[in-house]
């Protein structure tokens, strides 16, 4: 069950399992990287880019082919969905009573994310981008 | 504690700016990632993304994502700190301060990408 410890003397003490536990001081740790991770990927991609006008396919190819912003983009991808995913777990389980209901709303939001995070290393990861003719 | 106060008020956006942005998120990923399906169908996803609505809405998540990040830090401050539960009113504010100091410069940014000539 998820807690809503405002404390990290009162979460060590209501936490159910040390799993609970574990995932409370990840989204703390989390937290912090995705700041700077978000906010980084914020400024280079919609501050100092012109999204509007110089986003295309041959710009797409160059980024997806660099090494480093695969890495970058990576561990944003993954920290933001299990950071994301966590915290619907939170509310799932405070807003949902129905045990049945729960299940399947966690059931569905998994698959779905699990989905798009293939699809996403997939992208990052497992495809060769060819620039355009 | 803080109920119908400040506390609560950040509670709530807390949760509400973050189901919003992970819904935005696999949506981003999603479409981000269409790029392996080569130029035609991309490049086709940004002519119809080319309408300002979509640019909007970029300026939404970000300004959602803002709030999220600095009021997370204020969480922080009030988990790890022995002052910060104290002062979680005072750091809400601060929270604000900091939102309209690093906010506007990134909502002139992006509005001028969207609604700019370009170049």
């Known amino acids: ?133 | 504690m803080y109920r119908g106060r400040e506390g609560q008020w950040a509670f709530y956006l807390h949760r509400i700016s973050g189901v919003a942005i992970i819904l935005f998120l696999t949506l981003h990923v999603t479409e981000i990632s269409s790029s392996m399906f080569g130029p035609k169908w991309f490049n086709a996803l940004l002519a119809f993304e080319a309408n300002p609505i979509f640019g909007l809405g970029l300026v939404g998540v970000a300004a959602l994502v803002l709030y999220h990040a600095l009021n997370g830090l204020r969480i922080i401050l009030m988990d790890f700190t022995s002052w910060g539960v104290k002062y979680q009113r005072q750091l809400w504010y601060g929270v604000w301060a900091l939102y309209v100091v690093i906010g506007f410069p990134m909502l002139f940014a992006m509005l001028g990408h969207v609604f700019g000539g370009g170049e």
């Open chain 1, 1 to 133: 069950m998820a807690m809503r410890a405002r404390r990290f003397e009162e979460a060590k003490r209501l936490a159910s399992s040390n799993l609970e536990l574990a995932w409370w001081i990840f989204m703390r740790v989390s937290g912090v990287l995705l700041v700077f991770l978000v906010l980084g990927h914020l400024y280079t991609r919609a501050v100092i880019f012109d999204f509007h006008h110089d986003l295309n396919y041959d710009h797409m190819v160059r980024v997806m082919n660099s090494v480093t912003w695969k890495f970058y983009n990576w561990l944003l991808l993954f920290l933001s969905i299990l950071h994301g995913t966590n915290g619907l777990r939170y509310i799932i389980d405070d807003y949902i009573a129905s045990g049945r209901a729960r299940a399947w709303v966690k059931i569905i939001v998994y698959t779905l994310v699990f989905l798009v995070t293939a699809f996403g290393t997939l992208a990052l990861w497992g495809w060769n981008y060819q620039p355009m003719e």
